[in-house]
């Protein structure tokens, strides 16, 4: 299983960045997929997620600016950023939770490799 992620960059303040993130390989079903981001310095955390049926969670300080989707058919995912802040500066790591079996109905998360994201003021 890989996770390939893109769409980091550097942006000003206020502006945009969409994040992708493929899944590929020996895949039954994907549960649950999620959007993290280590800041300089500081601990990873979760900033959105999507469950397979299309319910989102989001952090609270990117409430109304960002948007996470999921297309099942394809295994992707995506994390639109509009409004971004310096303090939205970060590693980005997208996270799934899937079954490589049918038979086998225990999932197990994976990574894939963070994607920079550089919002300056």
Sequence with gaps: VQLQASGGGLVQAGGSLRLSCEV??????????????QPPGEERELVASVTRGGSTNYVD??????????DNGK???VLQMNSLKPEDTAVYYCNVDLRVYSWNADSQPYWGRGTQVTVSS
């Design 75 to 77: 295994n992707t995912m």
């Design 61 to 70: 300080s990117v409430k109304g600016r960002f948007t996470i989707s999921r």
């Design 24 to 37: 590929s390989g020996n895949i039954f079903e994907i549960n649950d997929m999620a959007w993290y981001r």
